[in-house]
């Protein structure tokens, strides 16, 4: 059964939600490269994890599923998936889910604003709502994409930095990832008027969850094959981005002298033979551990969540996150 | 007075800026001189004409960086983050500030600007005349509500 199905979400709904963001946008000229560009991007899939948790976390409130979480939910796609176009042009990739990705069919400097644009439409879609009991709307786009960015400057400040330290690592990846699926919990439940404490536990909740779900994507890069990923598998560390495996395998004083010759002009042969030898160290059952106890972290709030009857949901989200193989 | 507001407001930008982005604030006195009259018409409280050349200045800083995003280009990571994060941090800071109305007075003329530069037009943008527009509205609308007492 597929994640929305399991939280009895209509999809179809929420993807109509973010595709009109675009073609219902008076001011973007109908099938223009813009406009066809998102649509693509949007419509190439995606696990739309981020608008399920907006919806999730509404669940949590007083008041039933609304036009305004419906929006939320859309702005969260539309964030992520503006710093996917960014990212991709940063990562200079070629695909993005298995297709071309979108800089390479517009140009880098297109592609980035037409980034800017997602962003910039989610900021005039939500000043709507205006007033101070209304300012959360905002998260989505203030205090969330800012901790997304400073995370990204981490980890380009840290490439190819086998110094890195546990704390730099985690510190990286809560920025990069784990605060926007917080604040997706967070903005649904307050748009639902959930009461501020508990909006606050389903932060932390999403908190742990998102940890959980970057050591994943850490630990994929090492055991999917291209064709799952839609990208080339082991591009972390050709890219010199030092995960939690590559860490772990680093302490082992027989691995790290040959990952340390890991930089920008390695061949993709000696790439290969340092993932092979990561891959048969205990690195990646390490790494499997971490990943294991955010989620324990995050079991425990759902415990304390128990009397709403939504707690079933932080379940599934929970099941889904430890079971992800993509 | 001038030099005074500016560096005040460079100062305020730069300790609200993460230290993590390393983003050196930095507008020409000419870049400035386009939002000083702006301000200088209407009769606003010292720290929100600090607020608004704040607000002026992450923003053309943003459109700045983003524009300089050539394929490449040494700094092109950097660039594409800088604009990110200016952009993220415009509406912490209007948040702070509590300027929200002007952030969706300007919010359909910014997306409009990047419609036009996704599509190679690249016309110089100037975010003075826009904040002038709302300051004008704001003070006609005051100055209504003044006159209805």
Redesign the interface.
């Known amino acids: 059964m597929k994640l929305h199905e399991a939280l009895n979400i209509n999809l179809n709904q929420i993807n109509r939600e973010i595709e009109n963001l675009v073609a219902r946008d008076k001011?973007?000229p109908p099938r223009?490269?813009?406009q066809q560009s998102i649509l693509g991007l949007i419509g190439s899939g995606g696990k739309r994890l981020r608008p399920l948790m907006v919806i999730v976390g509404s669940r949590f409130g007083r008041k039933p599923v609304d036009r305004r979480t419906l929006q939320l939910s859309a702005a969260a796609e539309f964030i992520h998936a503006a710093?996917l176009i960014?990212d991709d042009?940063?990562d200079n990739a070629e695909l993005r889910r298995g297709e071309p990705a979108l800089h390479t069919r517009?140009?880098?400097?297109?592609a980035?604003?037409?980034g800017?644009?997602m962003?910039?439409?989610v900021?005039?879609l939500l000043?709507?709502y205006?007033g101070d009991k209304n300012?959360y709307v905002?998260d989505l786009?203030?205090?969330a994409?800012?901790q997304?960015?400073?995370g990204?400057?981490?980890q380009?400040e840290h490439a190819y930095d086998y110094d890195l330290t546990m704390e730099q690592y985690f510190e990286k990846s809560r920025n990069k990832t784990a605060l926007l699926m917080a604040t997706c919990l967070r903005v649904g439940a307050l748009s639902a008027e959930s009461p501020e404490e508990i909006a606050d536990l389903l932060y932390t909740f999403g908190e742990a969850l998102g940890m959980s779900f970057q050591i994943q994507d850490d630990l994929l890069d090492f055991t999917q094959s291209a064709e799952v990923l839609g990208k080339p598998a082991g591009s972390d560390l050709r890219h010199g981005q030092v995960t939690l495996p590559v860490l772990f395998a680093l302490q082992d004083p027989k691995l790290a002298p040959a990952i340390r010759t890991i930089g920008p002009a390695s061949s993709e042969a000696e790439v290969d033979t340092v993932l092979q030898l990561i891959k048969n160290s205990d690195a990646l059952y390490r790494t499997e551990q971490v990943s294991q106890d955010y989620l324990e972290q995050a079991a425990a709030i759902v415990e304390q969540l128990s009397h709403y009857p939504a707690h079933t949901d932080l379940k599934t989200l929970l099941q889904y996150f430890a079971g992800r193989d993509h | 007075m001038n030099r005074q507001l500016i560096e005040d407001t460079f100062r305020l930008l730069q300790a609200e800026i993460s230290p993590i982005a390393g983003i050196q604030l930095h507008l020409s006195l000419v870049e400035c001189e386009q939002l000083l009259p702006v301000l200088e018409r209407y009769d606003l409280e010292y720290t929100r004409k600090v607020h608004l050349l704040g607000l002026y200045t992450i923003l053309t800083l943003a459109a700045q960086r983003h524009m300089e995003c050539v394929p490449h280009h040494p700094d092109l990571t950097r660039n594409i983050l800088d604009g990110d994060y200016l952009y993220s941090f415009y509406l912490q800071f209007a948040v702070k500030c509590r300027e929200l109305d002007l952030v969706a007075y300007l919010a359909p003329s910014i997306k409009k600007m990047q419609i036009r530069r996704s599509s190679g037009d690249w016309t110089q943008e100037n975010p003075a005349a826009e904040m002038a527009l709302f300051l004008d509205q704001e003070y006609k609308g005051r100055n209504r509500t003044s006159k209805a007492i």
């Open positions: 001011d973007v223009s490269q813009l710093s960014h042009i940063i517009t140009g880098v400097l297109p980035v604003h037409i800017n644009y962003s910039a439409r900021i005039e000043s709507k205006t300012r905002h786009s203030s205090v994409t800012a997304l960015c400073l990204e400057y981490q380009m």
